[in-house]
């Protein structure tokens, strides 16, 4: 093979090896959300590397299905979750 050819798949390979370190290395935290807002019910799960991080992203998609628009969306993420449940 050629040289050109040998560094691309080191290149792929090393860009391959970041994203599976990336998304599997490390502790992670997971919680359960559930919102309610406008009349609509809803539960996200969600992980991070912090609880502050996993929580956040379970109320911001949560309310991705509740809100519409950016006013009502940033209501929802606003109010306090129906129910947060940790899990391991």
Do not use: H
Request: aromatic share 6%; hydrophobic share 40%.
């Amino acid at each position: 093979m050629k040289k050109t050819t040998w560094i691309a798949v080191l290149f792929g390979v090393a860009v391959v090896g970041f994203v599976l370190y990336s998304s599997l290395g490390g502790a992670r935290v997971s919680c359960e959300v559930c919102m309610s807002f406008d009349g609509g019910r809803d539960c996200r799960t969600a992980s991070a590397a912090t609880q502050e991080g996993a929580l956040r992203t379970a109320v911001t998609n949560a309310c991705a299905q509740l809100a519409s628009g950016v006013t009502q969306s940033n209501q929802c993420e606003n109010t306090p979750p129906e129910s947060v449940r940790w899990l391991k």
